[in-house]
């Protein structure tokens, strides 16, 4: 909340009130005596949430003439105000804001949340590459297989509409991400089988890398999260972040089909708990960001109260299962 405060010549009054009734905020007025000019003055004082304040003051720049003595604007933070008028104001703002991000990020999520073919291609092909460099002990080769392994939008958007709220977009959005991931386990295990029959497998240290667990994997998981969700929302290109994440993803689940095909028990669980962790970890992180930049259910009235009671909820689970990743990582 900001208090506007103008010293401004009376013959300007007239345009400042007019600028002033475009917004609808209250403000007070003074008619003062200036002793730097022979002049009548007017004292404006205007309460104003931060967001109209702003726009409040770019339009009174274009009328105030700075160059006289007697016109001056100042600005005040209030920390606390009382006033159910001004909190109406203010909720006015967010709910304007709300839906035009809403809409950004919808734009962004939208072709993710169906299965696509082309995206299972991709990730099938990452997959392979990835369990080339695992086997090879080449962290190039993987670090390379995460280029072409496109899993950050699927993630956003599972978050995105657990934020808004829509339960058949969850549903199919969530199931496109068990598809990818379990093709990631399924054409690793297939491929570990057949390269057994033509040759003994070697455990290499990225294999052994990946079944190691630790509480710090999902914390960076989180963070890659809301990383990937702050880049889909700015400027910042989300080529890396989404490197970073198909690295937190595939090479663990490539992993796990080794593991399984194997029928090696310890790979096959480090590894599982690595994956999950990280899924747990990157859906918080993600979340957290479209939670706290206001995308939260459109509805309003009681069916609004219902929906955010079940973001609520979906929320209160991931926290659970992230406590529960965590200690089974120890």
Request: charge should be neutral; glycine fraction near 6%.
């Amino acid at each position: 909340m900001k208090k506007i405060e103008l010293m401004i010549s009376s013959k300007q009054s007239n345009e400042l009130e007019y600028v002033l009734s475009k917004f609808d905020v209250p403000f007070y007025k003074n008619n003062l005596q200036s002793n730097i000019v022979d002049s009548n003055l007017n004292q404006y004082f205007i309460f104003s949430p931060d967001t109209t304040a702003r726009e409040i003051m770019r339009d009174v720049k274009k009328i105030l003439h700075t160059n006289q003595k007697d016109n001056l604007m100042t600005v005040h933070e209030i920390e606390t105000a009382f006033s159910n008028y001004l909190d109406r104001i203010e909720d006015k703002e967010d709910n304007k804001e709300a839906p035009k991000l809403r809409e950004e990020f919808h734009a962004l999520t939208e072709p993710a949340v169906e299965f696509r073919r082309d995206l299972l291609f991709m990730v099938i092909i990452a997959a392979a590459a990835a369990l080339i460099g695992l086997f090879s002990n080449n962290p190039s080769i993987i670090i390379g297989a995460m280029l072409i392994a496109p899993l950050l939008k699927p993630i956003t958007a599972f978050s995105f509409n657990i934020a808004v709220f829509r339960p058949p977009k969850i549903i199919k959005a969530g199931f496109s991400i068990l598809l990818l991931i379990g093709s990631i386990v399924g054409i690793s295990a297939l491929l570990t089988i057949i390269a057994v029959q033509i040759s003994p497998i070697e455990i290499t240290d990225e294999i052994q890398v990946r079944t190691a667990t630790s509480p710090v994997f999902l914390i960076l998981a989180i963070a890659l999260g809301i990383a990937g969700a702050l880049a889909m929302s700015s400027n910042v290109p989300g080529t890396l972040v989404g490197v970073a994440i198909a690295a937190a993803l595939v090479p663990p689940a490539s992993v796990m089909g080794i593991g399984l095909a194997m029928l090696d028990a310890d790979i096959l669980i480090g590894a599982s708990i690595l994956t999950i962790s990280n899924i747990i970890g990157l859906l918080l992180g993600t979340l957290t960001v479209f939670l706290m930049a206001g995308v939260t259910p459109k509805r309003y009235g009681q069916n609004r109260q219902i929906d955010i009671k079940y973001v609520i909820f979906i929320v209160s689970v991931l926290i659970g299962a992230s406590v529960i990743a965590a200690w089974l990582s120890l």
